[in-house]
Each structure stands twice: as structure tokens, then as C-alpha cells.
């Protein structure tokens, strides 16, 4: 178990949480439209997860705007990002917003992928959401960049991520 801060407070943080160069853990979210958006149906191309709680606060709204300018031009690279939000919230988030280059993808119905990707808060005021981290794979699935933010109100370090690219 790991262990990252909300707000300065201690959060535990349980899973295992992908190392450069391994191979990503296979995973299946609920996409915008209500279907599943599967790791299989990335392959090929450059995967940012942009991991986070909610797009309901502002640094994780901040980060979707973020990739959304910074990363979703580069050539054969898909963002999606990935919280416990409903489609029908994010749906709204990217229509007010003007958000059309990111993938928004919801683990309501998965909740295996918190586990998987060593992200799920299991104590705190959090509990049952995600933690904030990037992971960034390459065309065949390897992980190339992996940052969990130590402190969950921090932006991650989006030039580190798309250096990784």
C-alpha cells in the first residue's frame, strides 16, 4: 500500500501502480457514449491516462484542459481521461468547456482499474475515487511514463508526461 496527501493529510492509496517499461495492465471503462473503451482498442497508438477524482474540482479540470491543448494534437496519441465521474457529467464538462480532443472514460463500472493501476483512495474524504497520476504507454502497451502526484490537489508534471511521448 502507498500512501500520497489531500490537502497536507496522509491518504493511503492501494493497488499496484505501473513501472516505466512494464507492460500495462489490460483494462476495460465505460467511454462517453456508455460503451467500453478497452485497452485492446488503443493498441497501436500512444495512450496518455490522465487519471484523476473528479472533474468537478479545478485542478483535475485544469489537467483535461491541459492535455486537451498540449497532447491531443501529437501525431497517433489518444488522451483519455479517467475518474469515477458519469459520462453524463463529463459530457457536460467538455460540451461547456469546448473540450474535443480528449477521451473522457469513467471506471463506474469497472472498478478493477483503480486496483490495477495502483490508484484507488481507500480511506479519507476520497474514498472509492481515484488518485491523480499519469500514465503514458507507447504503441504496443509499454509504459514509457508513470507519475502518481504525491499531493492530490497538485497538477501533474504534464511536460514530463509528453516528453515521455
Given at each position: 500500500?502507498?500512501?500520497?496527501t489531500f490537502q497536507g493529510n496522509p491518504v493511503s ?22 460503451s467500453d473503451l478497452t485497452s485492446e482498442s488503443l ?34 496519441t489518444v488522451v483519455v481521461c479517467v475518474s469515477a ?81
Amino acid at each position: 500500500m502507498s500512501q500520497v496527501t489531500f490537502q497536507g493529510n496522509p491518504v493511503s492509496v492501494s493497488g499496484s501502480f505501473p513501472t516505466a517499461g512494464q507492460q500495462a495492465p489490460a483494462f476495460t471503462l465505460c467511454a462517453a457514449d456508455l460503451s467500453d473503451l478497452t485497452s485492446e482498442s488503443l493498441q497501436g497508438k500512444k495512450v496518455v491516462l490522465n487519471i484523476f477524482p473528479s472533474v468537478d474540482t479545478p485542478v483535475c479540470a485544469a489537467s483535461v484542459k491541459a492535455f486537451n491543448e498540449k497532447a491531443a494534437a501529437k501525431e497517433n496519441t489518444v488522451v483519455v481521461c479517467v475518474s469515477a465521474d458519469l459520462p453524463f457529467a463529463t459530457g457536460r464538462f467538455c460540451a461547456a468547456e469546448g473540450i474535443e480532443g480528449v477521451q473522457m472514460a469513467s471506471f463506474f463500472r469497472h472498478t478493477d482499474f483503480v486496483e490495477a493501476y495502483g490508484v484507488n483512495l481507500n480511506e479519507g474524504a476520497l474514498k472509492g475515487l481515484a488518485t491523480r497520476a499519469v500514465v503514458c504507454l507507447n504503441e504496443k502497451g509499454l509504459v514509457v511514463h508513470a507519475e502518481r502526484v504525491a499531493e492530490i490537489t497538485e497538477e501533474p508534471n504534464y511536460d514530463a508526461a509528453l516528453a515521455a511521448l
